[in-house]
Nanobody, 128 residues
Framework: VQLVESGGDSVQTGGSLRLSCEVS????????MGWFRQRQGNEREGVAA???????SYADSVKGRFTISKGYPKNTLYLQMTNLKPEDTAMYYC????????????????????????YGQGTQVTVS
């Protein structure tokens, strides 16, 4: 599985960004996927996830501001981010767990400290 994230940028507080993740080598439509972020020196934080049934799950810190969605037929995962805050500053990664899971479980496992799945090189979001 290969994942390539893009769309990160530097924005002001209250601004918006849309992150994209191109996915290849995966049964895209049948797998759970998600976004996690990592601030410098901090642990991973699961941000948003979606599963094969289209259900979604979000971290409390981003509920109402971030929206995860899949694009067809280009095999692209999106993260629409609005009302950005300085605490959203982080490297954002697109991820596919090794095992198919619910959106809720995908969100949880992305925040775990272990090796949970595939992810890309990340895209930097800076909010000032």
């Amino acid at each position: 599985v290969q994942l390539v994230e893009s769309g990160g940028d530097s924005v002001q507080t209250g601004g918006s960004l849309r992150l994209s993740c191109e996915v290849s080598g995966s049964r895209y439509n049948r797998y759970c996927m998600g976004w996690f972020r990592q601030r410098q020196g901090n642990e991973r934080e699961g941000v948003a996830a979606t599963d094969a049934d289209g259900s979604t799950s979000y971290a409390d810190s981003v509920k109402g501001r971030f929206t995860i969605s899949k694009g067809y037929p280009k095999n692209t995962l999106y993260l629409q981010m609005t009302n950005l805050k300085p605490e959203d500053t982080a490297m954002y990664y697109c991820a596919v767990p090794y095992q198919d899971r619910s959106a809720t479980e995908t969100l949880r496992v992305m925040s775990s400290g272990g090796d949970f799945g595939y992810y890309g090189q990340g895209t930097q979001v800076t909010v000032s």
